[in-house]
């Protein structure tokens, strides 16, 4: 088992089920909090966006009935002859029993037309007698023609209208189109109930059809843009009667459809007019709608009718402004005005709630934008409370970690603590034998000079792990200073091995020295502290002599890299498992194999020779696998002249 798992599960479970209690109540809380916000922010849009419809469709409803004020504003001015700006493509009418005025657009036809005034009938009462009881044709011709003469329109009509008839019994159709064409120069001038021109036209066609004349179609023309151009004032019937000649339905003029459209809305409009004496109210023809108000005057009943579309010019400013669309509906449900408006996306007033003609429905102009909108901002909050709980969980495990590592380092110091002083008692146990011994008096005087050099020994060793406690303790508190100098890495590394050799006679034979150098003798010169170096090389030394065998190598060498000089130890151990690479740098750490060799020590070698490298500029390394030993190499700066 590695010891990074070990240390893992060294781990209190308590303390484990505490942090993530702990951690878990704010993460919780955290979560709940911004699920909360969300929805709610959720329910605020949806009222946001009820509470903007709203105000739209009050302001629109508002908008409305002030333009349709405006138009109920100009009836009595109209109506009392006033000079007045009327809308575009709109009619303003005057009534009783009959139409009495009319302004703006010119009708083809009207609902009620005020009747003609009749011709005496004494006037013709000889020459009819002649034409009807006598046939004297040709002196009722004659008679006729006179009577034509007339200066007043009235009467002339009359009598052309007589006279084409008699030229028509005669078989004199030239002739007697020639006076329809007479009569048609007439106008308005009524006629047999009838504007003279449009009875004109409709016997000129006749005679066509009859005589098969190539101009039938021209006159048809004539005929149809007599009635649409709304020059007559005629009624519906009348209307009819005359379009009855055209052998096949005639369509107006583009031109002209919107005032036949508005005619239609006017006749429909009409009964009411009659039986409310003011109002608003709308009317559907085709794919056009109209807006009309209404009110009784001293001077009849005046009406104002036109387009929705006019109608609603300034409302369109203000839908614009506010980033929404209209849509009307009549009472019987039928879009007047606008787009469809989907039910779950508008807010409905309907006519009774506005005293207007139409329910109302607002929705957002553009749904989607307004969404993605309100989806940004939630995924901005959604984000930042994501980062809250990444933070909390981070904290969370950092302070774990930390935790968990100070009781690691506490235990390792006890482990320390422990080790340190079973290092500490073999020489003092010695040094307090020797010295009983001693003090009995009873010891030979030839083993005086073996006890006091075992002594001396014992004390020595004793001084070197003081000091090496010591050191360690300088050097993981940055309190150790260093003395640079210029140094000859290869001679410094052959020293420190000879001193080795020197203190461990049984161990001399195993380390093996190699200098490898790019040209053969040549110096490798480092700015060292010599005293430090050696330290750093004489831990790896001893940690490769404690985990090789008595009679495997020990191989050092010195190598430059470029711009660094690498000093290895290799040995030919047990090895160290790469999850321990890191581990056995920290203080007081062990590997797995000093427990399984059971090899005694204190865990700051290889912390100290670490820290001293990195004092140096360089680093250590590490080459291990298990069963195939380790190297250890202090990779070291080469002055800037040797490099």
Known sequence: MGLALRNQLAAPVTLLALFVFLAGIPLVAVGWLGWRLLEQDRALDVQRVRERLDNAAALAAREIDRSLAARNDLLIPAAQGESVSLPADAVFLVFDSRLLQRQGVRLPYYPKASPPLDVPAILFADAEAQEFRNQDLSNVAVSYRAIAASKDRSVRGAALMRLARVLRKQQKLREAFAVYGELAGLGETPVAGSPAELVARRERIVLLNATGGDEAAKEKQLLVSALFDGRFQIDRATFDFYQEVLSTPHAPAETSRPSLDLARAVEALWPLWQQQSAGRAASAVNESVFAAVWRRTPAGTAALIGRVDDLMTSTQAVLQNLDVRLALEDPSGRLSWGSPVADADRVTRTFRETDLPWTIHVALAD??????????????????????????????????????????????????????????????????????????????????????????????????MVESLLDFGRIDAGRRGYQFVDTDATELVKQVVQECRDHAPSAAHRIEWQALSVRAREPVRIRADREALALALRNLLDNASKYSPESSPIRVSVRPQGAFVGISVEDEGVGIPKDEHRAIFRKFARGSSARALNVKGTGIGLTMAEQIVKAHGGRLELQSEPGRGSRFTALLPVRPSHA
Do not use: K, W
């Open 367 to 464: 749904p989607v934008a307004a969404q993605a909108i309100s989806n940004s901002r939630r995924n901005v909050l959604a984000a930042g409370f994501g980062v809250m709980l990444l933070a909390i969980t981070a904290a969370g495990y950092f302070v774990f970690r930390a935790v968990r590592r100070e009781l690691d380092v506490a235990r390792l110091q006890s482990d320390f603590v422990a080790a340190v002083s079973h290092e500490f008692r073999t020489p003092l146990t010695a040094m307090c034998h020797l010295t009983e011994m001693l003090e009995e008096g009873a010891t030979p005087p030839d083993r005086l000079p073996l006890y006091y050099g075992a002594l001396g020994r014992e004390s020595r060793r004793l001084h070197a």
